[in-house]
């Protein structure tokens, strides 16, 4: 009798371990392509590329593209944080960054709140839109003289921060 119980407790065991080494070997699921732009993406897109024809529209840009710093505790805060669209000048400089409001924006809004002041305070113009902005919002926002549509409108606080870190940069030269 005791050694029919051993024996079942043995099996019980072994079947227990054979499953766990089966489940650490699950296989990967097949990898499958999908889009890049959500609809709502892709119709501010063309808006943008209607409204700016000769600008550079660039979507879903990192932050590590667009902010650096020279902490990695600091760092930490932006990475994986993605912008939507941002629009660059003829001389690939950051003119504006475009955020458009998801479904989950009622879930995240402590969040892009959080992402608006982190490029504020690198000095990047930001604009929110609580949906896809018509053609008209963004020539309102981005185009300085309606009768000429590719000017766009350059805050003066980016000018003087831009001016800034050419100054800072004219400071670290001198000094090396």
């Known amino acids: 009798m005791y050694y029919f119980i051993t024996i079942v407790g043995l099996l019980l ?7 766990r080494l089966h489940r650490n070997q699950r296989q990967d ?3 499958k392509r999908r889009g890049i732009l959500t609809i709502s993406e892709q119709i501010t897109l063309m808006r943008l590329q209607a409204v700016l024809p000769r600008h550079t529209i660039l979507a879903h840009v990192s932050f590590d593209a667009l902010l650096t710093t020279k902490y990695a505790h600091t760092r930490r805060k932006y990475q994986g944080l993605v912008a939507d669209f941002v629009v660059l000048d003829q001389q690939h400089q950051v003119l ?3 955020e458009i409001v998801d479904e989950s924006y009622v879930n995240r809004l402590h969040q892009k709140h959080y ?3 982190l490029l504020e305070l690198a000095g990047y113009r930001v604009l929110r839109y609580s949906s896809i902005p018509t053609e008209q919002e963004l ?4 185009v300085s003289d309606p009768l000429e549509p590719n000017t766009t409108i350059s805050t003066v606080s980016t000018g003087m921060v831009q001016a800034e870190h050419i100054m800072k940069y004219n400071m670290f030269a001198a000094k090396s």
């Open 29 to 31: 699921s097949p990898l």
């Open 96 to 98: 504006v960054v475009i």
């Open 115 to 117: 992402q608006d002041s």
């Open 13 to 19: 065991i072994a079947a227990l371990v054979l499953r």
């Open 139 to 142: 020539r309102d926002d981005l």
